[in-house]
T-cell receptor, first 113, second 108 residues
Framework: DTAVSQTPKYLVTQMGNDKSIKCEQN?????MYWYKQDSKKFLKIMFS???????INETVPNRFSPKSPDKAHLNLHINSLELGDSAVYFC????????????FGEGSRLTVL | DAKTTQPPSMDCAEGRAANLPCNHS???????VYWYRQIHSQGPQYIIH???NNETNEMASLIITEDRKSSTLILPHATLRDTAVYYC?????????FGAGTRLTVKP
């Protein structure tokens, strides 16, 4: 019964392809996040959604497009993949936008060749 | 753009207390201090948070100085499984931004 689950866990693809990473939380939380952890291990927030509405959008290339079909899901679609997109992507959720206790998924390791 | 400073690494002997310091000299009055840890590329895990009072839970204790410019996370009896990167975060604008953290290595 994983609270925050991401699929796939591993993704290897070629430059220029389009790929998606899915995230689901079964905690009944209102707020969901995407973080990126690069090879230097820095963990940076990318997006935050509250009740399906975008509330944080960091300076992320518009090749990255989050989609929240309902408040339990926040998917990340990446167009025209580049080498620099290789990273581990973490999804997280919290009760609401003011709650700082985030529950993270196990991560999705994306490798772009 | 983290508002905290932590030592890059620390060692601790198994069974001893691990005391992880964090400086946050520019913290504002209504900003909380949060601690997370990340065990070997797993997703980060929430540990504890506080505003001005000391806090304790089943995982750790958090000591915040009176001027709130620094804090210490205490793992009372460190085990090998506590080896991880520990992140101290000052949360502002409902935003959780991670810095470089402290890599804690618990040694037998």
């Amino acid at each position: 019964d994983t609270a925050v689950s991401q699929t796939p866990k591993y993704l290897v693809t070629q430059m220029g392809n389009d790929k998606s990473i899915k995230c689901e939380q079964n905690l009944g939380h209102d707020t969901m996040y995407w973080y990126k952890q690069d090879s230097k291990k820095f963990l940076k927030i990318m997006f935050s959604y509250n009740n399906k509405e975008l509330i944080i959008n960091e300076t992320v290339p518009n090749r990255f497009s989050p989609k929240s079909p309902d408040k339990a899901h926040l998917n990340l679609h990446i167009n025209s993949l580049e080498l620099g997109d290789s990273a581990v992507y973490f999804c997280a959720s919290s009760r609401d936008v003011s709650d700082g206790e985030l529950f993270f998924g196990e991560g999705s390791r994306l490798t772009v060749l | 753009d983290a508002k905290t400073t932590q030592p890059p690494s620390m060692d601790c002997a198994e069974g001893r207390a691990a005391n992880l310091p964090c400086n946050h000299s520019t913290i504002s009055g209504n900003e909380y201090v949060y601690w997370y840890r990340q065990i070997h590329s797993q997703g980060p895990q929430y540990i504890i948070h506080g505003l001005k009072n000391n806090e304790t839970n089943e995982m750790a204790s958090l000591i915040i100085t009176e001027d709130r410019k620094s804090s210490t996370l205490i793992l009372p009896h460190a085990t090998l499984r506590d080896t991880a990167v520990y992140y101290c975060i000052v949360r502002y604008n409902n935003d959780m931004r991670f810095g470089a953290g402290t890599r804690l290595t618990v040694k037998p």
